[in-house]
């Protein structure tokens, strides 16, 4: 009951790295659960610093019902200067605590459960608005950490792609991501420097940067039929989201901290270019067509680190790989 882990990274990535499939279905499973009303899932609190308006340090609480029945919170920061550093650009913890007596259990580095949840809630939700597992071309915006996980289980789930496109300011980076497309993933990947030639054609585009601001604003950067996952946020102006079917996470989690939804929200007015959830989907309450772009924006959702985390956890209990802390409460009784 009073027992402490902590499981690193390594161990984390690891464990990950074998059950990418599993990490989609329990993705898929949260996702339902949180519709279901199984949870909950307050706002996320914003830490800023003055002198670097840029950067942020994240909390994210929550709890998930279930057969989970977890509670926890993930402190995430995003210091984009890192990445002229040489070091990500995103660092994570994440605790775990018992929804019984509310005693933390678990102490995990939670930027690969962050990566990992973001990814396979991309994936889940290309498969869901293409109706399949395969793409002639998928073009990757951005090519950090976050793009080569979505690539990663894209790749675990077994989809066909025919070639993936490569756009980012950095041609190293762009390489890098290339290369490892090609030489671990085993599909053809090639880099592209004009952002409108990788756009073009493409049937699935992943949006992976660190942009604050929206640069994708030509009414013909999408094609109807096109399926964007804007994983970033921010990088698609408001028109294109109006003229778009706009599947997200959790709408009123979205539509806030001047995400690109949440620029449309503010300049139509109300919130009529949203056509559901990506939940809603699933079961299928919504639909998309063909006559239009489809955009699918989540914001990020705390109960799915928690679902993640979890199962990491389990994972690394049942295997031995989690560090126990001896002695981590300094009194589990009352006198």
């Known amino acids: ?106 102490c995990l580095e939670a930027s690969q459960i962050s990566a ?64 490892h497309v090609t030489g671990t993933l085993d599909y053809p990947a090639d880099c592209e420097s004009d952002l409108a030639t990788a756009l073009t054609g493409a049937d699935v585009v992943v949006l992976a940067t660190t942009a604050g601001v929206p640069y994708i604003v030509d009414p013909r950067a999408f094609a109807p039929g096109q399926v964007i996952l804007n994983i970033s946020l921010r990088d698609i102006g408001p028109e294109l989201i109006e003229g778009a079917y706009n599947i997200v996470d959790d709408v009123d989690h979205c539509l806030k901290a001047d995400t690109s939804p949440h620029l449309a929200e503010q300049k139509y007015g109300d919130r009529h270019f949203i056509t559901g959830t990506l939940a809603q989907v699933i079961r299928g309450e919504v ?25 990491v956890f389990r994972r690394a209990q049942e295997a031995g790989e989690d560090v126990r802390v001896e002695d981590f409460f300094g009194e589990t009784t009352r006198w």
């Open 116 to 179: 990992a949840r973001t990814a396979a809630s991309a994936v889940l939700a290309a498969e869901q608005l293409t109706g399949g597992r395969g793409a002639g071309r998928l073009t990757v915006v951005g090519a950090g950490i976050i793009a080569r996980n979505i690539l990663e289980f894209f790749k675990a789930r077994d989809w066909e792609i025919g070639s993936v496109t490569v756009h980012d300011r950095s041609e190293e980076y762009a390489g890098a991501l290339a290369a």
């Open 287 to 311: 639909a998309t067509g063909t006559d239009k772009p489809v955009i699918f924006s989540p914001f990020g959702l705390g109960v799915l680190d928690l679902a993640v985390g979890l199962y």
């Open 1 to 106: 009951m009073y027992e402490f882990s902590v499981i690193g990274g390594k161990t984390a990535r690891e464990i990950i790295g074998r059950s990418r499939p599993d990490v989609v279905d329990v993705v898929r499973d949260t996702y339902l659960a949180h519709h279901d009303g199984d949870s909950v899932n307050p706002d996320s609190y914003f830490l800023r610093f003055p002198e670097k308006p840029d950067a942020r340090i994240i909390a994210l609480p929550a709890h998930l019902g279930g057969s989970a029945d977890v509670a926890g919170i993930k402190w995430i920061s995003s210091f984009p200067a890192n990445i002229e550093r040489g070091i990500p650009r995103a660092s994570a913890a994440l605790l775990l605590n018992d929804y019984e007596t509310g005693y933390p259990f678990a």
